[in-house]
C-alpha cells in the first residue's frame, strides 16, 4: 500500500511541477508577446516618418525639376534676347 501512496504522491508532485512550468511558459510567451507588440507599433511609426520623408523628397524632386526647367526657358529667352541685341548693333 505504501508504494501506491508513494507512487499518488510522485504523480501529484509531478503535476505540480508541470503546472509551474506552464505558467512560467504562460508568463514568457505574454511577455514576448508584448515585446513583439511594441516592435511593431516602432516599426509601425518608422515606417510613417519614411514615407513623410520620401513624400516630402518626391515634393522636392518635382519642385527642382520645375525650377530647372523655369530656368531653361529664362536662358533661352536671355539668349534670344542676346542674339537680338547684337543683331541691332
Not at 505540480?16 to 513583439?36: A, T
Request: charged share 50%.
Amino acid at each position: 500500500m505504501d508504494e501506491v501512496g508513494d507512487r499518488i504522491c510522485r504523480l501529484v508532485e509531478n503535476e505540480k511541477v508541470k503546472n509551474v512550468e506552464i505558467v512560467r511558459s504562460k508568463d514568457e510567451n505574454n511577455g514576448l508577446v508584448l515585446k513583439v507588440e511594441e516592435e511593431r507599433e516602432k516599426w509601425t511609426k518608422v515606417c510613417r516618418k519614411r514615407d513623410g520623408i520620401k513624400a516630402d523628397f518626391d515634393g522636392w524632386f518635382e519642385e527642382s525639376g520645375d525650377l530647372r526647367r523655369k530656368m531653361d526657358e529664362r536662358r533661352r529667352i536671355r539668349k534670344g534676347l542676346w542674339k537680338r541685341w547684337r543683331i541691332w548693333r
